[in-house]
């Protein structure tokens, strides 16, 4: 201070030092206040910014106060709701919950208030009433330690939900046309466990589930198959596919053929083995009938009594049996090519050419008329002749076949007669068809051995029934129509239905006709077992009505393309071949799809061109790209679509992996050899009456086709107490003659029984003979020599090396060879009778 002299004192100093203090004070709250003022400015832009990320979230967020009352609610939580965002202000939870979600809310609460953040799924109800699924995540609300509400984030999963429902539909889908198809389905992985099967694999083979997915591939085979499962399952995942037939194995022992195939698949990053089983038994049992028929045809023509000749349009001779030859005393080469009119008497061929010319014009049903023939010598033979057509192509008669029967010696001699008689027996009994005869009352006179196995009745049973308990369908009344319009008209064809003696009933196909014995009217009755027609139609139906489903169930790729080249059908098969989805390959274009098969596609619109031009391609290759990448051979078949006038509007393409394209075929070559020996067997038989001698031929025959090196036959003696060795085969000299009682040994409980049986090791059987404990027997079948019921003697086939039992199969040939002796036997004994009853006549 310049005014003042004296110095300040110490109160001055003091209030200075209170001012400053003050003014230091002051400054500090100015600028505290600066700070607050500006972290305040700072707290509500980040309010107003969190408030806009709020507002602006896709997600729905809400805001309940301690009692469940909404007390914020953002934009995208209102409209999903379906509301105004103030219309849930203040609104409680239940508003937008329904009751029957209410409990997963309240779960759900009583954790929050514990303090822990939830995640679940539930479904809030819209302002209009519609569900709105959605993912929820809440967390809870504390201020000052206290629980004051909730903060909920939700999302809308309707998409998700609808795409899980879609995927649910699509394997429901699946099931219904894996559980669809005719045969088994499997899938398998590389190991051979099964991954997923059909029900109608437990059914056929008789597992449950629980057992299937214990098992491995070679568990459902028969041993003889096997062995070689493994390698085909490893064989279509090298290659891409297999197919063949083996034979399966159900769970109770049957066994069952089937054409099975394996196309590898792949599922998200593993491969599978996929294929179908189609059991093929009724096809197998189709084919062996066939040939039976015409085996059984061959024989009939070469070895009947009667002449039978194959006739051509013209009349004139193209093949000829023995006993037509030698009826009119030609050779072969003279006969063949012979007009048949040249040969009949002349005013008999006026008539025959008459009725020749109706038959193949379709005016008269096959006929059945007497006409002379001409001996080479010259002298006349009187003849019943039987004319039948043979269908050629589309239906078209190709020939006729006649048949020629000498009836001079049946005018002149009743001996004539029953042969010719037991000629016809012959044949009915082997006929195919059952054969009915019966009055116009309906009771049963006569039946051939195939209505007895029809029907499982013995043929006197039969003869004790009247049709009305055999014919399920048709009524009486109208089957006694129906046989007096026969009586007087030409046959007629329909269908009905038989009962077994079972009570089992299955259709047939009924050919009637009537004709007179001695002036007394009967009913001739054909009826063939329709059952597998019937299937085969069923069949037929079922392929119809499950087409779809096998299209997209299809083992190859099927494809179809429109006019401008986009893919409007792209199937499972194809998927699987190239790996290329259908939802990436539909509505695409060819050009397109090259990202995808380059190669392939290239090759492929050159057959497109082929077929838009109107051609059929088939089996055209071309290269491309599988699932995995690797290349892959493809065999394209494709056939234009056209449209109710004609013009092509797309294309459809089979496309087939191909790179192995190697099946496996079943051999037949046991089977030809048991036919041959029997037909063999049958023509040494044929050829003579000696009775020791057809027994000697048929036991070494069947020895020697059983792979056995001895046997013997027993004969029954005349009481039908006992069993006789009359022929043996590599059997020590001591065994002939030796007796058996009925039911003693082996041979004896088969003449017992009637049944044919089989003992694996002999010499450790309780059932074995003491007289036979000194021979080195190891397994031996017998059957039983048949004269209709009775047993008259029984075939013994001995091993002394193997124990391996023998196969059904096996017996049943036994059983076939022992019918073809007791027959041949039954023959020899009408033969010598009618030999002592002609020397009796001239005597």
Not at 38 to 67: W, Y
Not at 347 to 368: C, I, K, S, T
Not at 580 to 605: C, I
Not at 660 to 671: I, L, N, P, T
């Amino acid at each position: 201070n310049k005014r003042r002299e004296e110095s300040f004192d110490e109160d001055d100093v003091s209030m200075l030092e209170g001012l400053a203090s003050s003014a230091a004070v002051a400054l500090e709250n100015a600028r505290l206040l600066e700070e607050r003022l500006r972290a305040e400015d700072e707290l509500r832009q980040l309010k107003e910014f969190n408030e806009d990320i709020v507002l602006s979230m896709g997600e729905g967020i809400v805001l309940q106060d301690r009692t469940g009352r909404f007390t914020f609610v953002n934009p995208a939580a209102a409209a999903m709701l379906g509301y105004d965002a103030d219309e849930l202000l203040g609104a409680l939870w239940t508003k937008v919950v329904p009751p029957d979600q209410h409990a997963i809310v309240q779960e759900v609460d009583a954790a929050r208030e514990a303090g822990g953040a939830s995640r679940y799924e539930l479904e809030f109800v819209r302002k209009d009433g519609r569900r709105l699924p959605a993912l929820v995540s809440g967390n809870p609300r504390f201020e000052a330690g206290q629980f004051v509400g909730m903060l909920a984030v939700f999302a809308d999963i309707s998409e998700r939900k609808r795409a899980e429902q879609e995927v649910r539909r699509e394997r429901d889908f699946s099931d219904a046309v894996l559980n669809s198809l005719p045969g088994i389905f499997y899938m398998y992985d590389p190991l051979g466990k099964p991954v997923r099967w059909n029900r109608r694999a437990e059914t056929i083979l008789g597992y449950a589930a629980d057992e299937i997915s214990t098992m491995t591939a070679g568990d459902f085979f028969v041993s003889d198959d096997r062995a070689g499962v493994p390698d085909t399952i490893a064989a279509v995942f090298a290659t891409g596919s297999a197919q063949g037939e083996a034979t399966l194995q159900t769970r109770d022992g049957r066994k069952i053929p089937a054409y099975l195939t394996g196309v590898r698949a792949t599922v998200g990053n593993q491969d599978y083995m996929v294929g179908v089983g189609i059991d093929i038994s009724d096809r197998k049992q189709t084919e062996q009938a066939l040939r039976d028929s015409e085996a059984r045809f061959r024989a009939f023509f070469v070895h009947a009594a009667i002449g039978i000749a194959l006739v051509n349009r013209d009349g004139e001779v193209q093949e000829a049996n023995a006993a037509f030859e030698a009826m009119l005393g030609y050779g072969e080469q003279e006969l063949r090519h012979r007009s048949q009119w040249d040969l009949i008497h002349p005013e008999d061929a006026v008539v025959g050419r008459r009725l020749h010319a109706e038959v193949y014009a379709g005016r008269r049903q096959p006929y059945q008329v007497e006409t002379r023939y001409r001996h080479r010598s010259g002298r006349l033979i009187d003849t019943r002749l039987t004319v039948s057509l043979i269908p050629g192509p589309a239906a078209e008669p190709a020939s006729s076949i006649w048949m020629v029967e000498d009836i001079t010696e049946r005018m002149r001699a009743e001996g004539a007669l029953r042969e010719s008689e037991r000629r016809f027996r012959l044949l009915v009994e082997r006929a195919a068809d059952a054969v009915f005869l019966h009055d116009l009352q309906g009771a049963i006179v006569d039946v051939n051995q195939q209505a007895c196995e029809s029907l499982g009745y013995t043929r006197d049973e039969l003869l004790r029934l009247h049709v009305g308990q055999i014919e399920a369908e048709v009524p009486e009344d109208t089957q006694q129509d129906l046989w007096r319009q026969v009586t007087g008209g030409a046959p007629r064809t329909l269908e009905g239905t038989h009962r077994r003696k079972d009570g089992t009933t299955f259709p047939v196909e009924l050919r009637i006709g009537g004709f007179d014995i001695d002036g007394r009217p009967y009913i001739l009755s054909l009826a063939r077992d329709v059952t597998e027609r019937r299937k085969g139609d069923e069949a037929l139906r079922e392929t119809t009505e499950t087409l779809r489903a096998l299209v997209h169930a299809a083992p190859v790729g099927v494809t179809v393309l429109d006019l401008e080249g986009r893919v409007r059908l792209w199937n499972p098969g194809a998927q699987r071949m190239f790996g290329v989805p259908a939802e990436e390959a539909l509505e695409r274009t060819l050009d397109s799809l090259r990202a995808f098969q380059g190669e392939g596609v290239d090759a492929f619109a050159g057959v497109v061109q082929s077929v838009l031009a109107g051609e059929n391609v088939s089996g055209i290759e071309i290269r491309a790209r599988g699932a995995s990448g690797e290349g892959l051979d493809v065999s394209v078949s494709a056939a234009p679509l056209r449209d109710s006038a004609g013009r092509i509007h797309a294309v459809m393409s089979l496309l087939a992996d191909v790179t192995d394209r190697k099946r496996a075929e079943a051999a037949m070559e046991r089977h030809a050899r048991e036919m041959s020996v029997l037909y063999e067997t049958s023509l040494e038989v044929a050829e003579t009456s000696d009775a020791m001698q057809i027994l000697q031929t048929v036991l070494m025959r069947a020895a020697d086709l059983l792979g056995a090196p001895m046997g013997c036959v027993y004969l029954m003696d005349e009481a039908g107490k006992g069993l006789e060795i009359v022929v043996t085969h590599h059997l020590p000299a001591g065994f002939l003659g030796r007796r058996l009682r009925l039911g003693e040994g082996l041979s004896g409980k088969v003449a017992l029984s009637g049944e044919a049986m089989a003992v694996n090791d002999y010499a450790a059987w309780e059932g074995r003979h003491v007289g036979y404990d000194d021979a080195v027997f190891r397994r031996i079948v017998a059957a039983p020599l048949r004269r209709g019921t009775q047993v008259i003697g029984v075939i013994n086939i001995t091993d002394d090396r193997r124990t391996d039992p023998f196969e059904q199969d096996e017996i049943r040939i036994l059983q076939l060879f022992a019918d073809q002796a007791a027959i041949a036997l039954e023959n020899a004994r009408l033969l010598e009778e009618t030999s002592q009853r002609a020397a009796h006549l001239q005597a």
